[in-house]
Each structure stands twice: as structure tokens, then as C-alpha cells.
């Protein structure tokens, strides 16, 4: 499976933080896995944001409020992140990542992407 993170590098506080995973060797719609969103903020662990199953089902880190959505385009085998109303404290490496929903939860997902750094900043 290959995992591709494509989005803005800086976004404004209060703004929308918007980015894409294109996947490769396998499908959105594949029942394997839970692809998700992970990230690292600077001189943090890692931390799961939330995820999306083979049915269209989303899970969110409760941290996160209503904040995190995640949606797919089965069309193009995509699935993306928006978090809302961001401050800096939203500024990390964002990675998409595939697992089961316990590897995704534990932030031990069997595939990773690159990983793209975001910024929040004015």
C-alpha cells in the first residue's frame, strides 16, 4: 500500500487545515483497513486523528471535538482531512496512515505516508 499526503504547508488561525491522501495498491473501499490521519506536533508523540473504514464510516479523536472530518472520493481512490477553526496548536506533521482501527488508535498503523509538515501561522 502507498500513501501519499498532498496539502497547503501554512493555513491561517481560524481557518480551514485541508489535506488530501492519494492510495495506491490497495482501495478506499478495501475492507483491510482503517485509513486515517495521524499527526506529530513539534517535540510531541504521535496522535490519531481520526479515521475511515471500508463503509464510509468515521471515527474522530475525541480530543479533537467536532473539529476533524474526514471524507473519501471512491472515484479516485482518495480520502482527505479538514480541521476546523485551527490555531498553532494544530501546527504538525500530518500523515495518512492504514491499519486496522487498533493499530490506527494505538498510532502503530501497518503503512505510513511521507508525512507533510503544517503550519498555523498569521
Known amino acids: 500500500v502507498q500513501l501519499q499526503e498532498s496539502g497547503p504547508g501554512l493555513v491561517k488561525p481560524s481557518q480551514t487545515l485541508s489535506l488530501t491522501c492519494s492510495v495506491g495498491?490497495?482501495?478506499?473501499?478495501?475492507?483491510?483497513?482503517?485509513w486515517s490521519w495521524v499527526r506529530q506536533p513539534p517535540g510531541k508523540g504521535l496522535e490519531w486523528v481520526g479515521f475511515i473504514t471500508y463503509d464510509g464510516s468515521t471515527y474522530y479523536n475525541p480530543s479533537f471535538g467536532s473539529r476533524a472530518s474526514i471524507s473519501r472520493d471512491t472515484s479516485n481512490n482518495q480520502f482527505d482531512l479538514h480541521v476546523t477553526s485551527v490555531t498553532p496548536e494544530d501546527t504538525a506533521v500530518y500523515y495518512c496512515?492504514?491499519?486496522?482501527?487498533?493499530?490506527?488508535?494505538?498510532?502503530?498503523?501497518?503503512?505510513w505516508g511521507q508525512g507533510t509538515q503544517v503550519t498555523v501561522s498569521s
Open positions: 496512515a492504514a491499519g486496522s482501527t487498533l493499530q490506527v488508535v494505538h498510532t502503530t498503523p501497518d503503512y
Open positions: 495498491g490497495d482501495s478506499v473501499t478495501s475492507t483491510y483497513a482503517a
